[in-house]
């Protein structure tokens, strides 16, 4: 897959830092649709998910999942990966943080 420009973060065109959601947003649907795939099937929340969703699966550490959601419950982390919360806390209490 071919890296978007904008998603490189090496440039700096613009003397402003920061895009606003729905430049983000079209950069996104952009990218999506330069290789090839469905722009409805893909978002910037669906890509946050994954994200996580990738990292809980390859460490099980839902702390840094929290973390990285900016979530200030455990539980809330929880949720938005679609864990069961039994599962996640023997997961968490077995993994030292």
Request: glycine content about 4%; aromatic content about 6%; charged content about 25%.
């Amino acid at each position: 897959m071919k890296a978007h420009p904008l998603l490189s973060f090496e440039h700096r065109i613009h003397e402003r830092l920061h895009i606003s959601t729905r430049q983000y947003a079209r950069i996104v649907r952009e990218w999506v649709t330069s290789n090839g795939l469905e722009a409805s099937a893909y978002g910037t929340h669906s890509m946050r998910r994954t994200k996580v969703t990738q990292i809980y699966k390859k460490t099980g550490k839902l702390r840094a999942v929290q973390l990285l959601l900016v979530h200030t419950k455990m539980d809330s982390a929880v949720r938005y990966l679609g864990v069961e919360l039994q599962d996640a806390l023997a997961i968490a209490e077995a993994i030292e943080i």
